[in-house]
């Protein structure tokens, strides 16, 4: 079929569908009218099975679809939604334009509030027979989802609805083309342009969803509790159980209904099975925005938020006869899809306006497409094709991390398991972790050069083709994206300009060679190694810039010497990884690659006792070759990096203070910064004795942060882990892991259907190395014994008030988004009274580390640091190492306007484990002198480590 409608290019998820109300029990032309368009799927009403309704019983005549058989069931399953509309024999009285009401009517009506007729229960009786048949019959026949009426927002007795005209300057006010220009690069906020949004739209379909005055409130709602109590039923049935058929509740983007669903969620204790259907069908003032981004951002976690829907009546028809939305909706589609447009489905629905000509054409002409509502998808595909959403969703990243979506990972266990290959292979493909270290690396290097701290091995001879080997090396790391260190530029060899030296090959130049011992611990599969060796070269290569005269021209040509003399460093890198196969790959690795031998082949039989003698020839290395200025040469150890002592060269180390490391380089920090024992590893290593007193460690510090999150999604893959077995290396030997285990265990996760409610708050900070005062008998102060008797745990207890809400944090994951975050607060309201309650399912972890900060006295008013984070509000934009650690809540927490939600957490250890515990509470404010009440609290999670530990 042709795709007329379709614009999408290779990887842009954009899955759209329609429903079309002339023809709704037609699923076979709807389909065909869909796909010709290039809609993705399509809508239809669910037919009556024969023999339940009344009409059946009292003779009458049967409304028989002849769809059923002509569509393939492929079809079926995989291109049609089914939708609970009112059975064709049923009078519809007043019919305010949503499917189903009548049924919702019968099924949900008060019984106390009619007087005693036994028609109101044969209705309601009948009501349930439809509900339940029309759902067997879309499990029967695979259908993937069904939409259901929305929550009643008062008790079905007295029906309001107000009537009126839509208002023509709202219709009019866009002029724009459907492509425009002139906001194809922007979603400026509404409240800058506030032309664009008129009165509210008394012709809307909103007006007449509920909206009648009413003194019951929405939890004490019997309509609402009648419809809780069915959909209860039929989420835990085989319905939804074993077909999987997915119950898509129909959500007005009000406030009201927006906590009504809520609260049925609550009550349907939070089910999988229950998904939203955002229905966008009334117009969006400027003043009633910031609330709405308010409420979606929370929504958007705890509401199982499956599909949006965007009714015809809401789009404005510009000048050019192209529907359009205003600048209020477009920020709406712009925050759904920023957040979920991976997942989202989009539906286009609602009847058409025979007065209104679209694209100029005539009323119900072709000019919309077999459906007449073509330009409004085209439109839609349109806003998704807009910055900043594809960067968002169709970059690389998120190519990778689309597989990972909202799926709970146990955390690793860095010291009791080993990394397999391709969860090495994975982390090695981050493009902004190795680049930050490496830019950690060369500015460590630079102060310890300024600071004279690297220790002088003496001087050497070498060529101009020796040099430019090394410049070469270096301009290879630039060009891999390394740092290339401050003003130094890039020495490109060839261009006489800029190159080392000029002169021929043969030229003999000397070098002062500075040494330095970098020690690379977990050294994994080489990536910290490389980035260590490429900014040895860098910072070489600027520095080798930097020459002095010793002797005039005519002197050193009498006495034969060079007359410029240089300075370079010569690097020793020792790797250090406990995995044995990890260990072949490294060897594997420096067998085949000069730069990981000083610049020369590797050669196996070289003897390598003098590798750490400080009295070696400053012209060879430890294997007895020239050293080649501004290269490395790495040896490979095989042991745990706290057992240094076990291993002949690391125990020479520390017999030799001269030979210790000045700087320890590792890649231990897991999503809540200390969780993969980071400190306890760190420690280890301080402790041998390897490290000299002034060392410097990369990273230098990491601050744990933690959050609230709100996501039925995370709440449910949690309680789903109690089913799965606790060692899944023994199959169904394996005993399930129990509900107290699944809910007590924190788990790594690519938050997705997920708000972080608040801005996150830092736990507690590790800093390495650890320092002391106390001095030995030479007066030196002992770097080892600084290290011992090291207490690692902490505790934090953290409130988190209405104050600390934003909206800019998003799902937890990903930069702080500052458009919403002004949105959310653009009329200087952060939350009030009218706001919808959240609801807490746990809190996400997260960390911030400084690799590497240059002290102040080096900095000269310049920003000499090298940053990584995962936290939203200092993320790194393009890593993907790390994920959140989800800390699940037993049972959700509800927290009202105005709460405050506290957070207790521990880390707590003994010999030989690692674990965390938490609780939270909520509570009121306490703001303007009232006095605090405690409403809710959580039981301790993890007490004593009972369920989750890291060994160490």
Not at 178 to 189: A, G, L, V
Not at 642 to 650: G, K, Q, V, Y
Request: proline share 5%; aromatic share 8%; with cysteine.
């Amino acid at each position: 079929m042709a795709n007329n409608g379709s614009t999408n290019t290779s990887g842009n998820t954009f899955i759209g569908g329609i429903f079309l109300p002339e023809i709704a029990d037609d699923a076979v032309t709807s389909l065909s009218y869909a796909r010709n368009d290039g809609f993705e799927y399509c809508v239809t009403e669910l037919p009556v099975p024969p023999g339940i309704s009344s009409a059946s019983a009292n003779g009458g005549a049967e409304v028989v679809r002849t769809d059923v058989t002509r569509l393939e069931s492929k079809w079926w399953s995989t291109s049609v939604v089914g939708m609970v509309a009112d059975p064709p024999h049923w009078d519809i009285v007043d019919d305010d334009g949503q499917p189903g009401n009548e049924l919702l009517r019968a099924l949900t009506t008060n019984p106390g509030n009619v007087s005693k007729n036994k028609a109101v229960g044969t209705k309601k009786d009948e009501a349930e027979k439809i509900l339940w048949g029309v759902m067997e019959w879309a499990s029967h026949m695979n259908i993937p989802a069904v939409i259901l009426p929305s929550v009643p927002l008062t008790e079905f007795t007295v029906k309001n609805i107000i009537n009126g005209s839509r208002n023509e300057e709202t219709m009019a006010d866009s002029d724009e083309d459907i492509f425009d220009d002139s906001e194809r690069n922007s979603f400026s906020s509404p409240l800058a342009t506030q032309s664009h949004i008129g009165p509210s739209d008394e012709n809307n379909r909103s007006a007449a969803l509920f909206q009648g005055h009413s003194t019951t409130s929405l939890g004490n709602n019997f309509s609402a509790k009648e419809y809780t109590r069915l959909l209860s039923a039929l989420s835990t049935s085989a319905i939804c159980t074993s077909s999987h058929v997915q119950l898509w509740v129909r959500v007005p983007l009000t406030l009201q209904h927006l906590q009504a669903y809520q609260l049925l969620l609550s009550r349907c204790d939070h089910s999988s099975h229950i998904g939203c259907m955002l229905y966008v069908c009334n117009s969006l003032d400027a003043a009633s925005l910031p609330a709405i981004v308010r409420a979606l951002h929370n929504f958007l976690g705890g509401g199982n938020v499956k599909a949006v829907s965007w009714d015809t009546s809401v789009f404005l028809i510009n000048k050019k006869g192209y529907p359009t939305l205003s600048k209020s909706h477009q920020f709406v589609f712009q925050l759904l899809f920023g957040r979920l447009g991976r997942t989202l489905r989009v539906l286009v629905e609602g009847n058409m306006d025979q007065n209104t000509a679209i694209n100029g054409g005539d009323a119900g002409g072709s000019s919309g497409g077999n459906t007449k509502r073509l330009y409004y998808l085209q439109y839609l595909r349109h806003l998704r094709s807009r910055t900043p959403l594809p960067s968002i969703l169709d970059s690389e990243e998120a190519t990778i991390e689309t597989p990972y979506l909202d799926h709970l990972q146990s955390p690793l266990q860095p010291l009791g398991d080993h990394l397999e290959y391709q969860t090495y292979e994975t982390f090695e493909k981050d493009p902004v972790k190795y680049l930050r270290y490496g830019e950690a690396v060369a500015l460590a290097l630079e102060d310890a050069i300024a600071e004279d701290r690297l220790r002088y091995l003496g001087s050497t001879t070498t060529t101009v083709e020796q040099l430019n080997t090394m410049n070469r090396l270096a301009k290879l790391a630039a060009e891999s994206g390394g740092y290339v260190g401050e003003g130094a530029g890039l020495l490109n060899v060839g261009d006489d300009e800029n190159d080392i030296t000029v002169g021929n090959d043969e030229e003999i130049v000397e070098v002062d060679i500075h040494e330095v011992t970098i020690m690379v611990v977990g050294a994994g599969r080489g990536p910290l190694v490389r980035e260590a060796i490429a900014a040895v070269s860098r910072v070489s290569a600027s520095w080798m810039k930097d020459y002095r005269y010793d002797l005039s021209p005519e002197e050193a040509l009498k006495e034969n010497r060079p007359s410029k003399r240089r300075k370079a460093i010569y690097a020793k890198v020792i790797a250090i990884e406990k995995n044995p196969s990890a260990v072949l790959y490294l060897k594997s690795f420096k067998a085949g690659d000069p730069s990981w031998n000083g610049g020369h082949e590797y050669n196996p039989s070289s003897a390598r006792d003098n590798f750490f003698d400080p009295n070696a020839d400053a012209n060879e290395d430890a294997e007895g070759q020239i050293i080649i200025p501004g290269t490395s040469n790495v040896i490979i150890i095989g042991c745990d990096m706290r057992e240094a002592t076990s291993h002949p060269l690391l125990k020479y180390m520390i017999q030799n203070p001269g030979s210790r490391a000045e700087m320890v380089v590792s890649e231990l920090l897991g999503s809540f910064g200390d969780n993969e024992l980071s400190p306890e590893c760190l420690d280890g290593v301080q402790q041998c004795g390897v490290l000299k007193e002034n060392c410097v460690s990369i990273p230098q510090s990491y601050t744990s942060f933690i959050a609230p999150v709100s996501s039925a999604r995370l709440h449910s893959e949690a309680k789903h882990q109690a089913s799965l077995p606790i060692n899944s290396n023994e199959g169904p030997a394996s005993p399930s892991s129990g509900m107290q285990r699944a809910m007590e265990t924190p788990y790594v996760v690519r938050t997705h259907a997920a708000s972080q409610t608040h801005l996150e708050k830092g736990c507690w900070t590790f800093s390495h190395p650890h320092h002391s005062d106390v001095s030995n008998e030479s007066g030196e102060c002992s770097s080892a014994e600084a290290a011992r008797d090291i207490n690692n745990d902490r505790c934090a207890h953290l409130s988190f008030t209405d104050r600390d809400r934003n909206a800019g944090v998003g799902c937890g994951y990903g930069a702080f988004d500052t458009d919403v975050a002004s949105m959310s607060t653009a009329l200087g309201v952060t939350t009030s009274s009218k706001d919808t309650p959240i609801t807490i399912h746990g809190f996400l972890g997260s960390f911030h580390s400084v690799l590497y900060e240059s002290p102040p006295k080096l900095k000269k008013g310049k920003d000499r640091s090298s940053v990584i984070s995962i936290a939203p509000s200092t993320f790194s934009v393009g890593m993907f190492s790390w994920f959140p650690l989800y800390f699940p809540l037993k049972s959700p927490l509800l927290v009202p306007p105005g709460a405050t939600v506290n957070c207790s957490i521990w880390r707590r250890s003994d010999d030989g484990r690692v674990w965390y515990e938490w609780c939270a509470e909520v509570e009121s404010s306490g703001d303007y002198g009232e006095e605090r009440t405690l409403w809710s609290v959580s039981s301790m999670h993890n007490p004593g480590g009972r369920s989750y530990h890291v060994r160490l």
